[in-house]
T-cell receptor, first 112, second 117 residues
Framework: GQQLNQSPQSMFIQEGEDVSMNCTSS?????WLWYKQDPGEGPVLLIA?????ELTSNGRLTAQFGITRKDSFLNISASIPSDVGIYFC????????????FGKGITLSVRP | KAGVTQTPRYLIKTRGQQVTLSCSPI?????VSWYQQTPGQGLQFLFE???????NKGNFPGRFSGRQFSNSRSEMNVSTLELGDSALYLC????????????????FGPGTRLTVL
């Protein structure tokens, strides 16, 4: 089935740095979601976006819903060690077969 | 408010056996979706239940089935297990499938780690 495009697969940054991740699709969505997953746990919802162009923050996290409705980005500022994990984007379109479609995730490592 | 719970957390089965996994959604949530997560394929949608009815289904063989009860709790069953069924099975609940203002917002449980030997 369709998946969203997230790359690179892994990112390595220094504690205190900012990091940006983006997610692209060939199809439009009317909701974009960003999740973080720690080892052995389920994904935790970080930010949800509902309108094209919307910019939303949650603490040090900021995400934007792309104007074309085919992309979204997540920015983490002033990274800390507990930001380590896998970050997934997910898109949702309402309709008869509405469901979440996920990217493969980006594994973030933070060097102290 | 308690989150999504899944039982058991870990399971080891052998090929050919069958397994039932359980999910209790967040109180008040009526939609439950199931996903399979593997390192190679990522998160793959299995099915969604709403008001005891399967509303949406992914591309998995008929060995994978599910149901939802009147209290919104859900179970999924995998029959005739294969080695490739080893995965983390995640359940997610949402307030409503697609018509609420917070459309698409799903909250995940911790998952059941299934190992097939």
């Amino acid at each position: 089935g369709q998946q969203l495009n997230q790359s690179p697969q892994s990112m390595f940054i220094q504690e205190g740095e900012d990091v940006s991740m983006n997610c692209t699709s060939s199809s439009i969505f009317n909701t974009w979601l960003w999740y973080k997953q720690d080892p052995g746990e389920g994904p935790v919802l970080l930010i949800a976006l509902y309108k094209a162009g919307e910019l939303t923050s949650n603490g040090r996290l900021t995400a934007q819903f792309g104007i074309t409705r085919k992309d979204s980005f997540l920015n983490i500022s002033a990274s800390i060690p507990s930001d380590v994990g896998i970050y997934f984007c997910a898109g949702f379109i309402t309709g008869a077969n509405s469901k979440l479609t996920f990217g493969k995730g980006i594994t973030l490592s933070v060097r102290p | 408010k308690a989150g999504v719970t899944q039982t058991p957390r870990y399971l080891i089965k052998t090929r050919g056996q069958q397994v039932t996994l359980s999910c209790s959604p967040i109180s008040g949530h009526r939609s439950v979706s199931w996903y399979q997560q593997t390192p190679g394929q990522g998160l793959q949608f299995l099915f969604e239940y709403f008001s005891e009815t399967q509303r949406n289904k992914g591309n998995f063989p008929g060995r994978f089935s599910g149901r939802q009860f009147s209290n919104s709790r859900s179970e999924m069953n995998v029959s005739t297990l294969e080695l490739g069924d080893s995965a983390l099975y995640l359940c997610a609940s949402s307030l409503e499938g697609s018509t609420s203002g917070r459309r698409g917002e799903q909250f995940f449980g911790p998952g059941t780690r299934l190992t097939v030997l």
